[in-house]
């Protein structure tokens, strides 16, 4: 499957630098992965900004929260109701 996202129009520049060296995030990971990709959730991270260093998205609460919530909110604008991203994702984040 070829990886697009909702989230951001360039997945071949960081979304937070614009750097063109890139590693792709989804944004909700693990059980949740296929999910992301089906639905779009998936930003360009610069390598540090994804998992190289402590400020990095899996490793910062805030920024990781962010754009699970940006995920949500499109989610909900676009393909169904809260209790239906809560039966498929497994949780809230609004």
Request: proline residues 3%.
């Amino acid at each position: 499957m070829k990886l697009y996202s909702v989230l951001t129009d360039d997945l071949a520049h960081c979304v937070i630098t614009g750097s063109p060296t890139v590693a792709i995030h989804h944004v909700f990971g693990a059980a949740n992965r296929s999910l992301s990709e089906k639905y779009g959730f998936v930003i360009p991270l610069r390598p540090d900004w994804h998992n190289m260093a402590d400020y990095g998205i899996h490793f910062n609460r805030d920024l990781d929260l962010y754009w699970k919530r940006r995920a949500q909110e499109y989610y909900e604008a676009h393909y169904g109701t809260r209790a239906e991203f809560m039966r498929e994702f497994g949780r809230n984040y609004l």
